[in-house]
């Protein structure tokens, strides 16, 4: 019989025992382990927390602001509107584009 064992029996509370070094480092190890797999199991229930932002394609970007790609890329470069770089792929964040859209670009 093991420690936890006897404490989960009907006559725990009755029961004096003396318990070695290696059977206690035993139950407290099996007490850590559970509670870092209950800790695991609730952060992987969990739903993320916000959605993915949409990334859009240079293409998508100057088609819903009117402007050309040249345009875009010098946008950019001035810090207007942030490229995403994903390898070799770049996108820009569609609440990038909406924010330029609603309020126009900040050229400070």
């Known amino acids: 019989m093991n420690v936890e064992q006897i404490l989960n029996s009907p006559d725990a509370p009755k029961i004096s025992l003396v318990v070695g070094t290696k059977d206690l480092g035993q139950f407290a ?3 850590a382990d559970r509670t870092a797999e209950s800790i695991l199991k609730g952060y992987e229930s969990k739903e993320p927390e916000q959605e993915t932002e949409k990334l859009l394609t240079a293409d998508e970007v100057c088609q819903r602001l009117n402007i050309s790609r040249q345009t875009l ?3 950019g470069k001035k810090g207007w509107i942030n490229p995403v770089k994903l390898g070799y792929a770049v996108r820009w964040r569609e609440t990038d584009v909406k924010a330029i859209q ?4 900040n050229h400070e």
């Open 102 to 105: 609603k309020g126009g670009v």
């Open 73 to 75: 890329y010098k946008w």
């Open 29 to 31: 190890q099996r007490i």
